[in-house]
């Protein structure tokens, strides 16, 4: 049986990473073989073009070229890491996939939806998950946490990656492109308010994946 493929989208600050491992304990502690992964990253390969994606000193280039680079990282880790797991049976969770590229390089960066649908096809599809879970929150409000969190570490690092550094316009129609995913797309995505303790927003969470995957018959 092929494991369930869960995702996780929002915008920075959102709260991504905590809730993806909150949920991959809770799966684990229901003796379900879990794998946690990131986009872009996840694979050797696909973590180099993460680091040339995200480094603020990467020269500036269009939205079809940071694209494509998200799009080579994505087959690879596809390829080497997700489908793999998936064909074991285990769960796999992913902190960010699809939707972050048709919010982050289509609508907020301009990239027109027929190119990033052209590219799902030739390298995602059928590899969609059966959970997106979008974490909803002011752009401020998410900014604010992502810099909180940058800081308070036993090494500071206070330079923004190079999303984090765009203006507030662009954070705001991220959030706007989010929200409009999850109200298309209602069978596949849970968009659930992370302006909330994080204990709350997992039990919202939770109950997404325990209804929709893990009900008799799921």
Same mark, same amino acid.
């Given at each position: 049986? $092929? %494991?369930?493929?869960?995702?996780?989208? =929002? =915008? !920075? %600050?959102?709260?991504?990473?905590?809730?993806?491992?909150?949920? /991959?304990?809770?799966?684990?502690?229901? *003796?379900?073989?879990?794998?946690?992964?990131?986009?872009?990253? +996840?694979?050797?390969?696909?973590?180099?073009?993460?680091?040339?994606i995200?480094?603020?000193?990467?020269?500036?280039?269009?939205?079809?070229?940071?694209?494509?680079?998200? &799009?080579?990282?994505?087959?690879?880790?596809?390829?080497?890491?997700?489908?793999? /797991?998936?064909?074991? +049976?285990v769960?796999?969770?992913?902190?960010?996939?699809?939707?972050?590229?048709?919010? &982050?390089?289509?609508?907020? =960066? +301009?990239?027109?939806?027929?190119?990033?649908?052209?590219? *799902?096809?030739?390298?995602?599809?059928?590899?969609?998950?059966?959970?997106? #879970? #979008?974490?909803?929150?002011?752009?401020? $409000? +998410?900014?604010?946490?992502? &810099?909180?969190?940058?800081?308070?570490?036993? *090494?500071?690092?206070? @330079?923004?990656?190079? &999303?984090?550094?765009?203006?507030?316009e662009?954070?705001?129609?991220?959030?706007?492109?989010?929200?409009a995913?999850?109200?298309?797309?209602?069978?596949?995505?849970?968009?659930?308010?992370?302006?909330?303790?994080?204990? @709350?927003?997992?039990? !919202?969470?939770?109950?997404?994946v @325990?209804?929709?995957?893990?009900?008799?018959?799921?």
């Amino acid at each position: 049986m $092929l %494991g369930k493929f869960i995702t996780f989208e =929002g =915008g !920075e %600050g959102s709260g991504k990473s905590t809730q993806a491992r909150l949920l /991959a304990d809770a799966l684990a502690a229901r *003796n379900i073989a879990t794998a946690m992964t990131r986009e872009p990253g +996840g694979s050797p390969f696909a973590e180099a073009m993460r680091h040339v994606i995200l480094d603020p000193a990467t020269p500036p280039h269009s939205p079809l070229s940071e694209a494509l680079l998200f &799009y080579a990282a994505r087959a690879d880790h596809l390829d080497h890491v997700v489908r793999p /797991a998936l064909n074991d +049976g285990v769960w796999v969770i992913c902190d960010r996939f699809i939707d972050s590229t048709r919010v &982050y390089q289509g609508v907020a =960066g +301009g990239l027109p939806g027929e190119v990033i649908d052209t590219l *799902n096809e030739m390298i995602v599809s059928p590899t969609l998950p059966d959970l997106t #879970i #979008i974490l909803d929150l002011p752009a401020e $409000l +998410g900014l604010g946490r992502a &810099y909180a969190r940058r800081v308070d570490r036993i *090494n500071p690092d206070t @330079e923004a990656d190079a &999303y984090e550094r765009r203006d507030l316009e662009f954070h705001w129609r991220l959030r706007g492109a989010f929200q409009a995913i999850a109200a298309a797309e209602p069978q596949r995505c849970v968009l659930i308010d992370a302006a909330q303790d994080e204990q @709350e927003v997992f039990a !919202e969470v939770w109950h997404a994946v @325990e209804s929709r995957l893990l009900a008799a018959g799921a």
